[in-house]
């Protein structure tokens, strides 16, 4: 069973840097695509940014281009995203999720992701 572990979450300035990490396992294929999602309070879940294995292209939301940087170690099997120049508005719970035989950006659009993490909290202080 695939599971999707996330961590490094925490509570940071304005203007500050965060990376988080997911870990997954239990993977059965090797053409999947992880993404980094996230729901702020009374907001819909968004996808923020995700990558392929196979090549590793990467996809970002508008909100976070420049600003944040996916990345992934094939052979540890984790995604890392890098975040920069935090602004209050990134507050949010943020979610990995994984998606088999991904095509295109489809890794961006949570309902398209088959199996999900459980979260870490972000929070932004300005």
């Known amino acids: 069973e695939v599971q999707l572990v996330e961590s490094g979450g925490g509570l940071v300035q304005a203007g500050g840097s965060l990376r988080l990490s997911c870990a997954a396992s239990?993977?059965?294929?090797?053409?999947?695509?992880i993404g980094w999602f996230r729901q702020a309070p009374g907001k819909e879940r968004e996808g923020v940014s995700c990558?392929?294995?196979?090549?590793?292209?990467?996809y970002y939301a508008d909100s976070v281009k420049g600003r944040f940087t996916i990345s992934s170690d094939n052979a540890e099997k984790t995604v890392y995203l890098q975040m920069n120049s935090l602004k209050s508005e990134d507050t949010a719970n943020y979610y990995c999720a994984l998606v088999w035989f991904p095509g295109g950006s489809r890794c961006l659009r949570p309902g398209g992701m088959d199996y999900w993490g459980k979260g870490t909290l972000v929070t932004v202080s300005s």
């Open positions: 990558i392929r294995r196979s090549d590793r292209s990467t």
């Open positions: 239990g993977l059965t294929f090797d053409d999947y695509a």
